[in-house]
Structures are given as structure tokens and as C-alpha cells.
């Protein structure tokens, strides 16, 4: 079936068009800058070079006309694409699952939105906008947040008074499920009955864990938002909650402020006072900056101190599989990582870490008592995959 995936932000707007049975990519792109000057579409088709299109894009209406005309560029008119998958970055309560979009699921992405609100209304209108436009197209909806709709309620629940958590729907949600979820299904198919017991590592400029034990989830590191857990590109993962009252008290920091410093100004960037982006920060660190260096040892301590955490909660693992930027490229990070579990039985091997391929492999020594893979995601193929699900039923 050929999916056309789309990743609505606020400000932006990423695409794909794939076949879910070949798995060929016919188009890839992103509109950037929506609503802001300055706006393009950068994206390829039928791994042609990469152009840039630069065009006025005042809102997302626009941008969906623009890929299109890219898709039909590609060969791809609207007859062609058998189904649109968006996904949402909060399911809240409504989402266990994916399902297809009518009036009613489309309400529920925004009866949500206040949890995401960043994210979800801009996926909403995205989401009207293609059911307008090519209306003879299904529509799925693949929330991040599916994933974790099961896990226990000793793992979701907070320890906050019940009608306050009751009120106001506060619980752990999570995030990059797809990403999870499509990590344990590419584990499985790698090792087979190997694995029971896995932590999934997504390591991007986002960061989460994930305990899978044979395909269920038992826990997961990012909570009520995206922010908590690990530390991140920009956001500072788990700190005292007390630190919000903190700066506003104290500081004299608005509420948005603390928001603002909290997931854009924190983490990996902060800590180095270089960059975001890890490569960077091992450049800064080989070069002897010291704090590139406690940034990224600061980086080894909390993700190996969550992997625990994780393992914990499936009370032992088997496998462990890095994904998504850092945890696919690299070869540093990971050892990094490794090295402080070390006493839990896992080792690396340091010649197979180094191996670069778009392929799940096997990085650990023969004798390490936890198999360590990297494990490329793919969300869009994943959401591909439940759109033909969904729409072929
Ligand atoms: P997101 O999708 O959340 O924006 P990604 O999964 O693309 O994030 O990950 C971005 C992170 O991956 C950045 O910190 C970047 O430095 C890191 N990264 C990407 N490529 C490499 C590489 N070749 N070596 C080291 N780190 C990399």
C-alpha cells in the first residue's frame, strides 16, 4: 500500500511517501518555518538529490497543497495514495490503540490537545485539512503515546492527590511509542526467542527507555510530557519537581519561562554550553573542553542509571537495543553508556560497535551476559504499517 506519513509540528511539517510492502521511500521531505518568514520545503523524490523549494508557506493548508504537487512531481497523484497516517504526539486516554480518523477521533486529538499543545492542534488541523482536500483518502491517527497506554498503574499513576490526577487527567503518558514499538518488532525479528526482556534506548535530540517484556510494555522514562527522564538536546529529563517553584519563587522566572528553559535552553546544550548536538559535544570533549566532557559524562550516568531503572521493572533484561540518532551513530555514546553497566553483564564489543549499517546488529562481545544491538527505528513505516492495518479491514 503506498502511505503518504505526515508529522505535523507547530511550525512545521514532515512527510513521507512510502510502499509498505517493498518499504521504497518515493518522496521525503519537510516544511519548514510555517508561519514564520523565510519559509521552504526541503525533500527529495525517487532518491533524486535533495532540493529546496523555497516558498511562501503562511499556513499548514499550504504546506499540505505543496507535498501535493511534490508527490505528484514524483509520479504520485492523489489516486495513487491509499491512505494518509498522521502522527499525534498525545493520545491521552482515547488512544490504546491507532485508529482511523472520522469526527469523533478527530475531536479527541484536540479534547487532548491541552497536554500537547505544541503538537496537537497543529496535527488536528492537518489532519481536517487532508480530509477536505482528498476526501476520497482514509486517515489514521498513530498516537505516541499508544504504546504506553498499558503499561501498570503502579508505572502511569503519580503520587498526587486522586482528584487533582482525576481532574486534570494527569498521568504518565510517555512518548516515542511508535519508535518503541517498532524497536521491539525489529528486535524480535532479528533474534527470535532470544529475547524476552528488552530495554529499548531511543537516543535522539529526544530521549526515552523503554522495558518491553515480550512485546508488552512494563514502563517507560518520559512521563505527563516529553520532558522527563533522560537528559536530552535541550531538555533537562528529571530534575526535583520543587526546582519549578523554585525559579518562580525565587527567580522571578514566569511560568512560560521555566517551560521555555526547561525544554529548550537545558540538557546536553546547557551542560556544554556548546551545542545540542552530540556531535559537537564529542568534538568539544576530545578537544578538552571539560564541560563537553560532564556533559556527556553526565549523559552516560542518567541513561545507565535509567536502563537499571527499566531492567528493574522487568525485574531482570536480556537485550538492549540503542536507536535513533546518537543511539544509531554514535560509536562514543554507546560505549559510554555500556561501560557504566558494566557490573549488570554488559560489555561491548569495541570492533562491532564501530560497524556502521542501516541493518539491526549485534555490538556486545560473545561473553557479555546482555545482548547490545543498534536497532535503526523507523516510525513512519511503523504508522505506515498500522494505516494498512486499519484501512484494509
Ligand atoms: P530527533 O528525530 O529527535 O530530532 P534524531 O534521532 O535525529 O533526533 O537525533 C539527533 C541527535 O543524533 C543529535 O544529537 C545528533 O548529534 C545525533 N547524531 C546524528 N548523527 C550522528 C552521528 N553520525 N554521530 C553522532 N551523533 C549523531
Known sequence: MNVLVINAGSSSLKFQLLDTTTRKVYAKGNCERIGIDGSFIGYNVNDGDKQKLEVALPDHKTAVKHVFDILAEAGFDTDKIEGIGHRVVQGGWYFPESKVVTDETLGWVREVAPLAPLHNYAEADVIEICREMFPSIGNVIVADSSFHYNIPEKAWRYALPRDVVDKLHIRKYGAHGTSHRYIWRSTKAFLGDDVHKLVSCHLGSGASLSAIEDGHELDTTMGLTPLDGLI?????????????????????????????????????????????????????????????????????????????????????????????????????????????????GVKLDPEKNKVRSDEPRVISADDSKIKVLVVPTNEELMIALDVEALLSK
Request: proline share 1%.
Open 232 to 344: 536530552m538536546g535541550t531538555r533537562c529529563g528529571t530534575i526535583d519537581p520543587a526546582t519549578v517553584c523554585y525559579l518562580v519563587r525565587e527567580g522571578g522566572y514566569t511560568i512560560d519561562e521555566v517551560d521555555t528553559m526547561m525544554n529548550k535552553q537545558s540538557g546536553l546544550l546547557a551542560l556544554s554550553g556548546v551545542s545540542s548536538d552530540s556531535r559537537d559535544i564529542e568534538e568539544g570533549a576530545n578537544k578538552g573542553d571539560a564541560n563537553c566532557q560532564m556533559a556527556m559524562d553526565m549523559f552516560y550516568y542518567r541513561t545507565s542509571q535509567l536502563v537499571a531503572e527499566m531492567a528493574q521493572s522487568m525485574h531482570g533484561f536480556d537485550t538492549m537495543a540503542f536507536s535513533a540518532g546518537i543511539g544509531e551513530n554514535s560509536v562514543t555514546m554507546r560505549m559510554g553508556v555500556a561501560k557504566e553497566l558494566e557490573w549488570l
